[in-house]
């Protein structure tokens, strides 16, 4: 009977070391066609089902944003996006819980290209998420990159269409990210109680996963770019 623990610890280191080699799946994960050989690398939500491209230069208006302390010791990021000269939209899960101040916009593939003190923030009182997940950050200076107009009708989006992510990942050796992107097709537009999908929502299939760790309040573009 001793045996037994033994051989089931054995297992479980086996399966362990099995998922965290991609060499074996079927489709690969693969960052610019470059297949990722462990399922941490890349900081992917779905790996197994993942093709994400570096974006580079191709949404300018996408910016990393950063939370630091009074040290300059970074304490949080996530994605925004300039929907006017000063002004980012993001996530409320991204602020909740940080201080105001502090808060920088990072422009560029890697934020390389500048950084920009945010001046204030606004979101919706409490913290509920559920259909208010939106934050508005005002920068103090303006970056002078192009800016992005935001969808409104969301009637115009159904079962099928293809969405593009944009996003903040983290580099295979886990320090800041880099601009990454990937798409994913709609399998839902709500109201949609019966998969838990709120007004103003989408669902996408299974098989479509994040950009990456960073990517939170990151932005879903359609094919005409809004």
Same mark, same amino acid.
């Given at each position: ?18 998922a965290q ?8 994960a ?7 050989l462990s399922?941490?690398?890349g900081?992917l939500?779905?790996?197994q ?7 580079g ?33 993001? &996530? ?6 940080? %201080?105001? !101040? ?7 593939? +890697?934020? $390389?290209? @500048?950084?920009?003190?945010?001046e ?8 509920d998420?559920?259909g208010?997940?939106i ?7 303006a ?6 107009q935001v &969808?409104?009708?969301f009637?115009a989006?159904? %079962?099928? !269409? ?6 903040y990942? +983290?580099? $295979?050796d @886990?320090?800041?990210?880099r ?13 949609d ?12 299939y ?12 990151? %932005?879903?573009f359609?094919?005409?770019g809004y």
């Open positions: 009977m001793k045996n037994i623990p033994i051989l089931f610890l054995n297992l479980l280191i086996a399966s362990v070391l099995a080699n991609f060499t074996h799946l079927e489709i690969p693969t960052e610019n066609d470059v297949p990722y399922p941490w690398a900081g939500n779905a790996p089902w993942s093709k994400v491209d570096l974006d230069d191709g949404h300018p208006y996408v910016a990393l944003m950063l939370a630091q302390d009074s040290n300059g010791q970074p304490l949080w990021r996530c994605t925004g996006t300039l929907i006017s000269e000063r002004v980012v939209l993001t &996530a409320k899960h991204c602020v909740l819980d940080m %201080p105001e !101040d502090g808060w920088f916009a990072a422009v560029g593939p +890697q934020g $390389e290209d @500048g950084q920009y003190e945010v204030s923030i606004s979101t919706t009182a409490g913290r998420l559920e208010v997940d934050a508005l950050m005002t920068l103090r200076d970056p002078g990159v192009a800016t992005v &969808a409104r009708d009637g989006y159904g %079962p099928g !269409d293809t969405l593009t992510l944009v996003g990942g +983290q580099t $295979e @886990g320090s800041a990210g601009k990454k992107r990937t798409v994913g097709d709609i399998y839902s537009v709500g109201p109680g019966d998969n838990g999908v709120w007004d103003n929502e989408f669902l996408v299974g098989n479509s996963s994040g950009v990456g760790h960073g990517d939170l309040g990151g %932005p879903v359609d094919d005409a």
